[in-house]
């Protein structure tokens, strides 16, 4: 059975930085195309930033410059480095793998990123 579980949440004062971790169970990270999104009160869940299993990356415009997705296949884990976090950027935060050529997605509990001062 596959899990993710993310970490490194919190409350942080605009400007400042946070790095979530994500850590998969169950399978093998290196086939998975690997994503962050976050869903803010009353938002629809939004892509952050992806990456794929060859470490192509993607994000989205506003996160483009501030945020670094990274992935470690040995350790099971992908990083999202987040920097000069502005109060929009407040959300719950969630995981994702997935393999779109077999239907396959899973998802994270989610990790709550506050930014206010």
């Known amino acids: 059975q596959v899990q993710l579980v993310e970490s490194g949440g919190g409350l942080v004062q605009p400007g400042g930085s946070l790095r979530l971790s994500c850590e998969l169970s169950?399978?093998?990270?290196?086939?998975?195309?690997m994503g962050w999104y976050r869903q803010a009160p009353g938002k629809q869940r939004e892509l952050v930033a992806a990456?794929?299993?060859?470490?192509?990356?993607n994000y989205a415009d506003s996160v483009k410059g501030r945020c670094t997705i990274s992935r470690d296949n040995a350790k099971k884990a992908v990083y999202l480095q987040m920097n000069s976090l502005k109060p929009e950027d407040t959300a719950v935060y969630y995981c994702?793998?997935?393999?779109?050529?077999?239907?396959?997605?899973?998802w994270g509990q989610g990790t709550q990123v506050t930014v206010s001062s």
């Open positions: 990456i794929s299993s060859g470490g192509t990356t």
């Open positions: 169950g399978s093998f990270l290196s086939i998975y195309l």
């Open positions: 994702n793998a997935n393999l779109p050529t077999y239907g396959v997605n899973y």
